[in-house]
């Protein structure tokens, strides 16, 4: 199943509905079952297991034409607000030509007395991968209050001349847990959503070469944190490693990869991230960007404005208007 989380014209009250795979419309899973507390978000449904999902799709195949909505006559909203959102790298290949990027802009556009390959060699080691066994629950975390709705305007901050894409697919957590044994960590996995991590290059890279940080506010910031239009249910994906991923900038194709460049599984990071810790429902992990995944990588920058197209075979297209700040 597809969900989403969507308003109608005149009512900001945010509602669960479900896709009913017709290309048209929605089912109001709110509206449809007002006094049901698993259907008033899609928290409670994930928080509602597998009973929930259960009656979602008793709903799905007992359709009822009252509680329909056109999708055209919608706007979708962020599928839920992450009770933690965090990037766990377990798609790491990217690393290497950002780091060879990072270096170039601080050598060109900084004081820094350091040749290319000094700045390398100090940068490496702040970007390797996040994935570590002993990872505590706060490495690699997000502002969830930074989630933008799919389809929405950002807002290019006017302290940075270089703002980047990252195309990553996201697990969404269904089942609360710590110390998981690696025989039900899949069971832990709710779902699936598309996630572009947006970041300020040049605010990154002056970040890394003054206080050292990797993120920062390079990161969170209004509106910098995107994943949708969707959230698709696990059983849809039986092969999460096995997706095609593009980015289209203005229509145009500017970046292909898929996810079997993925060293781990969110399997493997349940396992890990579990160990001496609790990971909770309702969290959202980011896989790290795919190769070719960012136009900084690329060497390329965004023009101003811009129309950003995330699409993850199975899942969707996550898309937004990118204009400057006035």
Not at 65 to 79: I, Y
Request: glycine share 8%.
């Amino acid at each position: 199943m597809k969900f989403v989380t969507f308003r109608t014209p005149g009512d900001p009250t945010p509602r669960l509905g479900i896709d009913n795979r017709d290309n048209h419309s929605y089912t109001d899973l709110t509206g449809r079952f007002p006094d049901d507390p698993d259907f008033a978000s899609m928290l409670s449904l994930i928080d509602g297991g597998q009973a929930a999902l259960d009656k979602a799709w008793a709903a799905y195949t007992t359709l009822d034409e009252a509680h329909l909505v056109e999708k055209r006559t919608v706007s979708l909203l962020a599928p839920f607000r992450p009770r933690r959102l965090r990037d766990v790298s377990l798609i790491v290949n990217h690393l290497r030509p950002s780091v060879a990027k990072t270096a170039q802009w601080i050598a060109a556009n900084t004081d820094d007395p350091r040749t290319v390959a000094e700045i390398m060699a100090a940068v490496d080691p702040l970007v390797s991968p996040l994935y570590e066994p002993t990872a505590p629950p706060s490495a690699a975390e997000r502002d969830a209050e930074t989630v933008s709705a799919p389809g929405s305007v950002l807002t290019w901050p006017g302290r940075s001349d270089w703002l980047d894409y990252e195309l990553e697919l996201c697990a969404v957590i269904g089942r609360s847990g710590s110390d998981i044994d690696p025989s039900v960590a899949g069971d832990h996995i709710f779902g699936y959503a598309v996630y572009n991590d947006w970041t300020l290059r040049d605010v990154q890279a002056r970040n890394i070469a003054g206080s050292g940080s990797v993120h920062g506010d390079s990161k969170d910031f209004l509106n910098g944190n995107s994943f949708g239009p969707c959230v698709v249910t696990k059983d849809e994906i039986p092969d999460f490693r096995d997706l095609e991923m593009t980015v289209r900038v203005n229509g145009r194709v500017w970046g292909q990869g898929s996810t079997s460049e993925m060293l781990h599984g969110f399997d493997d990071a349940v396992v890990s991230l579990s160990r001496g810790h609790e990971i909770v429902a309702g969290e959202v992990w980011g896989t790290g960007t795919v190769p070719d995944g960012s136009s900084f990588e690329l060497g390329k920058r965004l023009p101003r404005p811009a129309f950003v197209e995330l699409e993850i075979e199975r899942i969707g297209v996550l898309s937004h208007y990118v204009v400057p700040e006035l």
